[in-house]
């Protein structure tokens, strides 16, 4: 079964500052990648999402994230943070349930950005 | 375009009581899921429903059981419950079963005395 591991539960930092947070996946044949975003009492809304492709993938608000098979790494990234995007951010990765042909989504424990003026 | 809706928003139950969180979704997907939230656990499946008339377990179903009424609703029922069922629920839905985006409701926060 995948395991996702984010590298940080909170990350500071000020606004108009670059951010990355990080995301480790376990390794697999193939692997589907999501970055979901969870503002303060609101469900999840999904940011990006890699399924094939290109490597580098631009997401919702500014965001893009660069999958790294050889790092097993899918980490996010923003030049340039505002206020407004203070929230939780979750990794997830899909993949195959108890060995059917079913899928799931596996997610990390969340990272807390904060964004400070 | 509701999306997901989740009703009741909020509910405290005392241990041993039982309830039913509801779960609708208006864009005629196949799949249906619950998730529990809980601090620095991120978030964990409870059951799914790949199709209507179909549901399975996820990774945390003791304690719980779920109906698909319909292909709109997607409901969770806690027999008896208690305190370690405290905690943040998510239903989501998706056009398949498959690799495909996962759309989320606003949660329900469940305060188990």
């Known amino acids: 079964a995948q395991s996702v591991t984010q590298l940080d539960s909170q990350v500071p930092v000020f606004e108009e500052a670059p951010v990355e947070l990080r995301c480790n996946y376990s390794s697999s044949v193939s692997v589907y990648l999501f970055w979901y975003v969870q503002y303060p009492n609101q469900g999840l809304q999904l940011l990006l999402k890699y399924l094939s492709g290109s490597t580098l993938v631009k997401g919702i608000n500014g965001f893009e994230a660069e999958f790294n098979k050889s790092q097993t790494s899918f980490h996010l990234r923003k030049p340039s943070v505002h206020i407004s995007d203070t929230a939780e951010y979750f990794c997830a990765v899909s993949d195959r349930w108890s060995g059917g042909s079913n899928y799931k989504l596996t997610f990390g424990k969340g990272t807390l950005l904060t964004v400070n003026p | 375009n509701a999306g997901v809706t989740q009703t009741p928003k909020f509910q405290v139950l005392k241990t041993g009581q039982s309830m039913t969180l509801q779960c609708a979704q208006d864009m005629n997907h196949n799949s249906m899921y619950w998730y529990r939230q809980d601090p620095g656990m991120g978030l964990r499946l409870i059951y799914y429903s790949a199709s209507e008339g179909t549901t399975d377990k996820g990774e945390v179903p003791n304690g719980y059981n779920v109906s698909r009424l319909n292909k709109r609703e997607f409901s969770l029922r806690l027999e008896s419950a208690a305190p370690s069922q405290t905690s943040v629920y998510f239903c989501?839905?998706?056009?398949?079963?498959?690799?495909?985006?996962?759309?989320f409701g606003p949660g329900t926060r469940l305060l188990v005395l």
């Open positions: 989501a839905s998706s056009e398949e079963y498959k690799v495909v985006t996962q759309y």
